[in-house]
Antibody, heavy 118, light 113 residues
Framework: QLQLQESGPGLVKPSETLSLTCTVS??????????WGWIRQSPGEGLEWIATTSYKGAAYYNPSLKSRVTISVDTSKNQFSLKLSSVTAADTAVYSC??????????WGQGTLVTVSS | DVVMTQSPLSLPVTLGQPASISCRSSQSLVYSDGYTYLSWYQRRPGQSPRRLIY???NRDSGVPDRFSGSGSGTDFTLKISRVEAEDAGVYYCMQATYWPPYIFGQGTKLEIK
């Protein structure tokens, strides 16, 4: 059974870089027709797509975050990662990793809360 | 960017009764291939979102048939034929026609009366 597990610091200081990793188990991240992505939800807010990558590293970013976001993939570890630089309190959110198919995010991890605070 | 607008934002429903959620897009969601990439997601309390419907009316694997999606162009609807207790949560529509980016509606909170 496919599982996506987010990991990373739960607390990040303002102006620093948020780094998260999603570990995929129960399936291979490579050699498939799926893409891999990140979505966040700030407290009391809606869902915001952040970025998506193929296992070959083709990356797609939300224009509103593009200048601060990097998504990458490590097929040897069956993982993909997110980096968000120059964070502020507005970046406090639950970050979820997803497996995307032709129609969008079809499978989600449980999500991890990241708080930006000094 | 296309804007997705859901209504109502809060939906109290009695067990066993039907429920309906509307989603409207600011632009037609028909893609150049003729398909419409509109999905519905359910987020139960304490759980990660689960996709229920893709391409307007196709149920994902394991989704009960009491859930149905319909619509075309800019107007879409998610219907639950008979609400069960486990259906409580927040429902989101999402467009993928103009990806990137994916854009979600604001969410509709379904509560059991």
């Amino acid at each position: 059974q496919l599982q996506l597990q987010e990991s990373g610091p739960g607390l990040v200081k303002p102006s620093e870089t948020l780094s998260l990793t999603c570990t995929v188990s129960g399936g291979s991240i490579s050699g498939s027709n799926f893409y891999w992505g990140w979505i966040r939800q700030s407290p009391g807010e809606g869902l915001e797509w952040i970025a998506t990558t193929s296992y070959k590293g083709a990356a797609y970013y939300n224009p509103s975050l593009k200048s601060r976001v990097t998504i990458s993939v490590d097929t040897s570890k069956n993982q993909f990662s997110l980096k968000l630089s120059s964070v502020t309190a507005a970046d406090t959110a639950v970050y979820s990793c997803t497996r995307d198919d032709s129609y969008g995010p079809g499978y989600w991890g449980q999500g991890t809360l990241v708080t930006v605070s000094s | 960017d296309v804007v997705m607008t859901q209504s109502p934002l809060s939906l109290p429903v009695t067990l066993g009764q039907p429920a309906s959620i509307s989603c409207r897009s600011s632009q037609s969601l028909v893609y150049s291939d003729g398909y419409t990439y509109l999905s519905w997601y359910q987020r139960r309390p304490g759980q990660s979102p689960r996709r229920l419907i893709y391409k307007v009316s196709n149920r994902d694997s394991g989704v009960p048939d009491r859930f149905s999606g319909s619509g075309s162009g800019t107007d879409f609807t998610l219907k639950i034929s008979r609400v069960e207790a486990e259906d409580a949560g927040v429902y989101y529509c999402m467009q993928a026609t103009y990806w990137p980016p994916y854009i979600f509606g604001q969410g509709t909170k379904l509560e059991i009366k």
